[in-house]
């Protein structure tokens, strides 16, 4: 029972190539713009060309291909829900049925396109994660979401509280590994029985996961204060982010998928 | 009896960054002994003592109980756990109960022990760890200090009534006095309870003078075992692995050195205080050290 095992977002793997190499910035808005526009396409070539376009992005990542995909487990299950219910649930021209189902053309189409859209959506999302360190990425969307301070958004606080979050994942489900880990050493089996069975056993697990988790909480503010932290006024930072021209070939590509995008 | 041979593990073996922290460790447990598992910090001693209660799988290789395979498909997990009883690394962070009698007999009552056992069961353990069960039995556990909860967390090992019991750095963290206090109640279920015991720990000095062998890992591999005199007579490949020979040991090696005949292969300042004085007799009135 490894958890850390499944799980990928916020979980940086350092290599180093192409799209590690690219300015945060660019790459949460590129993000950002790609996650907008998935909602605009609706052919089964738009679809195509975008899982093209992410597939490319994996290989120029250097990340395992099948490390990537199993990633994407952790969404199945909503994929497979939204799937389903678009599928069962729209209404149209009736192409099979059988007692209360019916399955419409439209429906088999808003069901493949909904899931697709979702898949991509996580996919460019790890995509982003797994080739940027948490550093990196808060510090780009404080950035990106700078603008938004002149009406009074907390971009600096929000951008600290996922660093914090991210952080916290992985360290949090080694310490939730450990502790069933210590559990099972003394009989406990957190495996069978129904709903209610299984929320009981699960009770040995949460209270410690918990007490640690705001122990760590407690910690890290102590030494936040210790080190005089005082919210993101006047900070400067050691490692300012660069744009280079790797950057702008990132921006053209993108570009050049929205144009292809139109024509197809 | 407890058979390791040629295990290795390794972590996210699919991952891009795969980590191999065991490779081809081979070692026999009699009934009865005292083993004492040393390594620097990321060596793999937890990673090892993991798989002696099937808590991780091996990669390759085997773990015997008794003759039998843990491994093996079908093998009842829970046999292994009632008969290994494993005290991890900070014990006390896997407290989670209202009190402490509830937290102690959670482990039995995962054995299938009957209510009317439990009481008995956990006032021996809270015994055997040095706590009184009228005055600790109805605290909670979050209430009690780092030292009380360290006990606790044993005693809920110990009320499962293993026959082997491992240790991961149970003194860690604590004072001398908490120590000295653990290790001395350990020799002690030794003797009364004929306990087989496997020990990690960072402190050589703790485990010199009690334990029947030591293993000493190194980068996940079992780099020398053998009694504690022969162990420490190898001071260079124990420096390899970033372990110190005690200072009393470091001073008889250094008399040896300036050619005193002194035994250099004392477990104790006691016996490194009987040696001295032997020394000191044996060279009549004006011998000067
Ligand atoms: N759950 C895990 N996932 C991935 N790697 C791990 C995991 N647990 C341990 N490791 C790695 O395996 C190696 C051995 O770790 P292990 O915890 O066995 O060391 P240790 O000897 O017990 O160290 P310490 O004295 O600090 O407790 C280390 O390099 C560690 O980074
Ligand atoms: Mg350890």
Same mark, same amino acid.
């Given at each position: 029972?490894?958890?850390?095992?499944?799980?990928?977002?916020?979980?940086?793997?350092?290599?180093?190539?192409?799209?590690?190499?690219?300015?945060?910035?660019?790459?949460?808005?590129?993000v *950002?713009?790609?996650?907008?526009?998935?909602?605009?396409?609706?052919?089964?070539?738009?679809?195509?060309?975008?899982?093209?376009f992410?597939?490319?992005?994996?290989?120029?990542?250097?990340?395992?291909?099948?490390?990537?995909?199993?990633?994407?487990?952790?969404?199945?299950?909503?994929?497979?829900?939204t799937? *389903?219910?678009?599928?069962?649930?729209?209404k149209?021209?009736?192409?099979?049925?059988? /007692?209360?189902?019916?399955?419409?053309?439209?429906?088999? /189409?808003?069901?493949?396109?909904?899931?697709?859209?979702?898949l991509?959506?996580?996919?460019?999302t790890?995509?982003?994660?797994?080739?940027?360190?948490?550093?990196?990425?808060?510090?780009?969307?404080?950035?990106?979401?700078?603008?938004?301070?002149?009406?009074?958004?907390?971009? $600096?606080?929000?951008?600290?509280?996922?660093?914090?979050?991210?952080?916290?994942?992985?360290t949090?489900?080694?310490?939730?590994?450990?502790?069933?880990?210590?559990?099972?050493?003394?009989?406990?089996?957190?495996?069978?029985?129904?709903?209610? /069975?299984?929320?009981?056993?699960?009770?040995?697990?949460?209270?410690?996961?918990?007490?640690?988790?705001? $122990?760590?909480?407690?910690?890290?503010?102590?030494?936040?204060?210790?080190?005089?932290?005082?919210?993101?006024?006047?900070?400067?930072?050691?490692?300012?982010?660069?744009?280079?021209?790797?950057?702008?070939?990132?921006?053209?590509?993108?570009?050049?998928?929205?144009? *292809?995008?139109?024509?197809? | 009896?407890?058979?390791?041979?040629?295990?290795?593990?390794?972590?996210?073996?699919?991952?891009?960054?795969?980590?191999?922290?065991?490779?081809?460790?081979?070692?026999?447990?009699?009934?009865?002994?005292?083993?004492?598992?040393?390594?620097?910090?990321?060596?793999?001693?937890?990673?090892?003592?993991?798989?002696?209660?099937?808590?991780?799988?091996?990669?390759?290789?085997?773990?015997?109980? &008794?003759?039998?395979?843990?491994?093996?498909?079908?093998?009842?997990?829970?046999?292994?756990?009632?008969?290994?009883?494993?005290?991890?690394?900070?014990?006390?962070?896997?407290?989670?109960?209202?009190?402490?009698?509830?937290?102690?007999?959670?482990?039995?009552?995962?054995?299938?022990y009957?209510?009317?056992?439990?009481?008995?069961?956990?006032?021996e353990?809270?015994?055997?760890?040095?706590?009184?069960?009228?005055?600790?039995?109805?605290?909670?556990?979050?209430?009690?200090?780092?030292?009380?909860?360290?006990?606790?967390?044993?005693?809920?090992?110990?009320?499962?009534?293993?026959?082997?019991?491992?240790?991961?750095?149970?003194?860690?963290?604590?004072?001398?006095?908490?120590?000295?206090?653990?290790?001395?109640r350990?020799?002690?279920?030794?003797?009364e309870?004929?306990?087989?015991?496997?020990?990690?720990?960072?402190?050589?000095?703790?485990?010199?003078?009690?334990?029947?062998?030591?293993?000493?890992i190194?980068?996940?591999?079992?780099?020398?075992?053998?009694?504690?005199?022969?162990?420490?007579?190898?001071?260079?490949?124990?420096?390899?692995?970033?372990?110190?020979?005690?200072?009393?040991?470091?001073?008889?090696?250094?008399?040896?050195?300036?050619?005193?005949?002194v035994?250099? &292969?004392?477990?104790?300042?006691?016996?490194?205080?009987?040696?001295?004085?032997?020394?000191?007799?044996?060279?009549?009135?004006?011998?000067?050290?």
């Amino acid at each position: 029972m490894e958890l850390s095992k499944q799980i990928l977002i916020g979980q940086y793997i350092p290599l180093d190539s192409w799209i590690h190499s690219l300015d945060a910035r660019v790459k949460i808005a590129l993000v *950002l713009v790609l996650s907008v526009i998935i909602f605009f396409v609706d052919t089964g070539k738009g679809l195509g060309l975008c899982f093209a376009f992410l597939l490319l992005g994996v290989l120029l990542s250097r990340i395992p291909f099948f490390y990537f995909v199993r990633g994407m487990r952790v969404i199945a299950f909503l994929v497979l829900t939204t799937a *389903l219910l678009n599928l069962f649930l729209v209404k149209g021209e009736t192409v099979w049925s059988w /007692q209360f189902l019916t399955i419409s053309k439209e429906g088999v /189409q808003i069901s493949l396109l909904m899931s697709s859209r979702l898949l991509f959506l996580f996919g460019v999302t790890s995509l982003l994660t797994l080739t940027t360190s948490p550093i990196a990425l808060t510090d780009g969307t404080e950035r990106v979401l700078f603008p938004l301070t002149l009406v009074g958004f907390p971009a $600096h606080e929000l951008a600290l509280m996922m660093t914090i979050a991210l952080r916290f994942v992985p360290t949090l489900l080694l310490e939730a590994e450990k502790i069933t880990k210590a559990q099972m050493a003394r009989g406990a089996d957190f495996a069978p029985g129904g709903l209610a /069975q299984k929320a009981k056993s699960l009770v040995p697990l949460l209270v410690p996961l918990f007490v640690s988790a705001f $122990h760590r909480a407690d910690e890290l503010a102590t030494a936040m204060e210790a080190r005089c932290y005082r919210g993101g006024k006047n900070r400067t930072r050691m490692k300012e982010l660069r744009s280079d021209y790797n950057d702008l070939v990132a921006v053209l590509l993108v570009l050049g998928l929205v144009c *292809l995008l139109q024509v197809v | 009896m407890i058979i390791v041979k040629d295990l290795s593990h390794t972590y996210q073996p699919d991952s891009p960054r795969p980590c191999r922290a065991l490779h081809n460790v081979s070692f026999t447990v009699e009934n009865g002994e005292y083993i004492g598992i040393v390594g620097r910090s990321g060596s793999g001693k937890t990673t090892l003592v993991q798989h002696i209660n099937r808590l991780l799988r091996p990669t390759s290789g085997a773990v015997l109980v &008794d003759g039998q395979d843990i491994n093996a498909p079908g093998f009842p997990v829970k046999e292994v756990r009632r008969k290994i009883g494993l005290v991890f690394q900070y014990p006390e962070h896997q407290l989670f109960e209202e009190t402490v009698f509830e937290d102690v007999a959670f482990g039995p009552r995962n054995l299938g022990y009957s209510g009317s056992e439990l009481p008995g069961l956990v006032s021996e353990a809270l015994s055997l760890v040095g706590l009184s069960f009228d005055r600790y039995h109805s605290r909670s556990p979050f209430s009690l200090s780092g030292g009380e909860k360290r006990r606790v967390a044993i005693a809920g090992i110990l009320a499962m009534k293993p026959r082997v019991l491992i240790l991961d750095e149970p003194t860690a963290g604590l004072d001398p006095q908490g120590r000295e206090a653990i290790l001395h109640r350990l020799e002690r279920l030794r003797v009364e309870q004929g306990l087989t015991i496997l020990m990690v720990s960072h402190y050589l000095e703790e485990l010199l003078p009690r334990v029947d062998r030591l293993l000493i890992i190194k980068e996940g591999s079992l780099l020398l075992s053998g009694t504690p005199r022969d162990i420490i007579k190898q001071s260079r490949e124990l420096h390899g692995v970033g372990m110190e020979v005690p200072q009393f040991v470091a001073l008889l090696q250094r008399l040896e050195e300036k050619g005193h005949p002194v035994r250099t &292969d004392a477990l104790s300042v006691r016996e490194t205080v009987e040696e001295l004085m032997k020394v000191m007799k044996g060279k009549g009135k004006g011998g000067a050290i």
